[in-house]
Protein backbone atom coordinates (compact mmCIF):
# COMPACT_ATOMS: atom_id res chain seq x y z
CA UNK A 1 0.00 0.00 0.00
CA UNK A 2 1.28 3.37 -1.18
CA UNK A 3 0.07 6.90 -0.65
CA UNK A 4 -0.55 8.52 -4.10
CA UNK A 5 -2.41 12.03 -4.92
CA UNK A 6 -5.62 11.57 -6.65
CA UNK A 7 -6.86 15.06 -8.40
CA UNK A 8 -10.26 15.51 -10.45
CA UNK A 9 -8.69 16.54 -14.14
CA UNK A 10 -10.22 18.98 -16.69
CA UNK A 11 -12.29 16.56 -17.91
CA UNK A 12 -13.69 15.14 -15.07
CA UNK A 13 -11.75 12.42 -14.49
CA UNK A 14 -9.30 10.94 -12.64
CA UNK A 15 -5.48 12.02 -12.09
CA UNK A 16 -3.31 10.06 -10.44
CA UNK A 17 -0.04 10.88 -9.30
CA UNK A 18 2.92 9.10 -7.59
CA UNK A 19 5.56 9.87 -5.37
CA UNK A 20 9.02 9.01 -7.00
CA UNK A 21 12.23 9.51 -5.57
CA UNK A 22 12.80 11.62 -2.09
CA UNK A 23 9.62 13.50 -2.81
CA UNK A 24 6.67 12.63 -0.21
CA UNK A 25 2.64 12.76 -1.39
CA UNK A 26 2.61 15.50 0.50
CA UNK A 27 5.47 17.67 -0.53
CA UNK A 28 4.08 16.76 -4.24
CA UNK A 29 0.52 18.47 -3.00
CA UNK A 30 2.37 21.57 -1.53
CA UNK A 31 3.77 22.40 -4.32
CA UNK A 32 0.61 22.25 -6.21
CA UNK A 33 -1.49 19.60 -8.17
CA UNK A 34 -3.37 20.17 -11.29
CA UNK A 35 -7.49 19.73 -10.25
CA UNK A 36 -10.37 20.78 -8.87
CA UNK A 37 -9.91 18.86 -6.33
CA UNK A 38 -6.51 17.08 -5.01
CA UNK A 39 -6.30 14.43 -1.67
CA UNK A 40 -3.76 12.03 -0.85
CA UNK A 41 -5.14 8.75 -0.03
CA UNK A 42 -4.34 5.25 -0.09
CA UNK A 43 -3.86 3.15 -3.21
CA UNK A 44 -5.91 0.54 -1.87
CA UNK A 45 -8.96 3.08 -1.62
CA UNK A 46 -9.11 3.32 -4.90
CA UNK A 47 -11.22 1.50 -6.98
CA UNK A 48 -10.93 -2.27 -8.04
CA UNK A 49 -11.27 -2.58 -10.90
CA UNK A 50 -8.57 -0.69 -13.10
CA UNK A 51 -10.12 -1.89 -16.72
CA UNK A 52 -12.36 1.17 -15.79
CA UNK A 53 -10.00 4.12 -14.52
CA UNK A 54 -11.33 5.77 -17.49
CA UNK A 55 -14.74 6.10 -15.94
CA UNK A 56 -13.46 7.13 -12.21
CA UNK A 57 -15.23 10.43 -11.15
CA UNK A 58 -14.37 12.02 -7.73
CA UNK A 59 -15.66 14.21 -5.57
CA UNK A 60 -14.12 15.71 -2.82
CA UNK A 61 -14.71 12.62 -0.88
CA UNK A 62 -14.47 9.43 -2.79
CA UNK A 63 -13.13 8.06 -6.28
CA UNK A 64 -16.43 5.97 -7.82
CA UNK A 65 -17.02 4.74 -10.92
CA UNK A 66 -19.66 5.84 -13.46
CA UNK A 67 -21.59 2.73 -14.23
CA UNK A 68 -22.66 3.99 -18.14
CA UNK A 69 -18.92 5.04 -19.04
CA UNK A 70 -17.87 1.51 -18.00
CA UNK A 71 -20.75 0.04 -20.02
CA UNK A 72 -19.25 2.27 -22.94
CA UNK A 73 -15.61 1.19 -22.58
CA UNK A 74 -16.66 -2.91 -22.30
CA UNK A 75 -18.56 -2.28 -25.48
CA UNK A 76 -15.42 0.01 -27.25
CA UNK A 77 -13.20 -3.93 -25.50
CA UNK A 78 -15.78 -6.02 -27.62
CA UNK A 79 -16.15 -4.01 -30.84
CA UNK A 80 -12.25 -4.47 -30.79
CA UNK A 81 -12.33 -8.11 -29.58
CA UNK A 82 -14.79 -9.09 -32.47
CA UNK A 83 -13.46 -7.28 -35.16
CA UNK A 84 -11.22 -10.33 -36.23
CA UNK A 85 -13.44 -12.52 -35.27
CA UNK A 86 -16.04 -10.75 -38.21
CA UNK A 87 -13.58 -10.98 -40.94
CA UNK A 88 -13.42 -14.84 -40.48
CA UNK A 89 -16.72 -15.37 -40.93
CA UNK A 90 -16.70 -13.10 -43.92
CA UNK A 91 -14.19 -15.45 -45.41
CA UNK A 92 -16.52 -18.46 -44.66
CA UNK A 93 -19.64 -16.32 -45.37
CA UNK A 94 -17.33 -16.04 -49.02
CA UNK A 95 -15.84 -19.43 -49.23
CA UNK A 96 -19.91 -20.67 -48.76
CA UNK A 97 -21.27 -18.94 -51.06
CA UNK A 98 -18.80 -19.66 -53.90
CA UNK A 99 -19.48 -23.60 -53.32
CA UNK A 100 -23.01 -22.93 -52.45
CA UNK A 101 -22.64 -24.33 -48.99
CA UNK A 102 -25.50 -23.34 -46.31
CA UNK A 103 -24.60 -19.91 -44.61
CA UNK A 104 -27.18 -20.24 -41.67
CA UNK A 105 -25.02 -21.04 -38.97
CA UNK A 106 -22.23 -18.53 -40.39
CA UNK A 107 -24.83 -15.79 -40.03
CA UNK A 108 -26.26 -16.44 -36.77
CA UNK A 109 -22.37 -16.24 -35.76
CA UNK A 110 -22.37 -12.99 -37.63
CA UNK A 111 -25.42 -11.97 -35.70
CA UNK A 112 -23.99 -12.73 -32.08
CA UNK A 113 -21.15 -10.81 -32.36
CA UNK A 114 -22.83 -7.75 -34.17
CA UNK A 115 -25.18 -8.11 -30.82
CA UNK A 116 -22.17 -8.95 -28.33
CA UNK A 117 -22.59 -5.34 -27.24
CA UNK A 118 -25.78 -5.20 -26.07
CA UNK A 119 -25.39 -7.25 -23.38
CA UNK A 120 -23.38 -4.30 -21.68
CA UNK A 121 -26.63 -2.67 -21.24
CA UNK A 122 -28.21 -5.46 -19.52
CA UNK A 123 -25.43 -5.73 -16.87
CA UNK A 124 -25.66 -5.06 -13.67
CA UNK A 125 -22.42 -4.86 -12.02
CA UNK A 126 -18.36 -4.36 -12.76
CA UNK A 127 -18.13 -7.88 -12.95
CA UNK A 128 -20.71 -8.38 -15.04
CA UNK A 129 -19.05 -5.99 -18.23
CA UNK A 130 -15.53 -7.83 -17.41
CA UNK A 131 -17.19 -11.46 -17.87
CA UNK A 132 -18.95 -10.02 -21.09
CA UNK A 133 -16.74 -11.40 -24.02
CA UNK A 134 -16.83 -13.02 -27.70
CA UNK A 135 -16.36 -16.37 -26.69
CA UNK A 136 -19.25 -18.09 -28.06
Do not use: Y
Not at 51 to 79: C, G, S
Not at 102 to 108: Q, S
Not at 110 to 126: E, H, I, Y
Amino acid sequence: MALVIISQNDAGGVSITSPAGDFTAQQILDRGVSGRFARIINDADLPEHKEFIDAWEMDKNDVTVNFAKAQEITKNRLRSERAPLLDVQDVLFMKALETGADTKAIVAEKNRLRDVTKLADSAKTLEDLLAITCEG
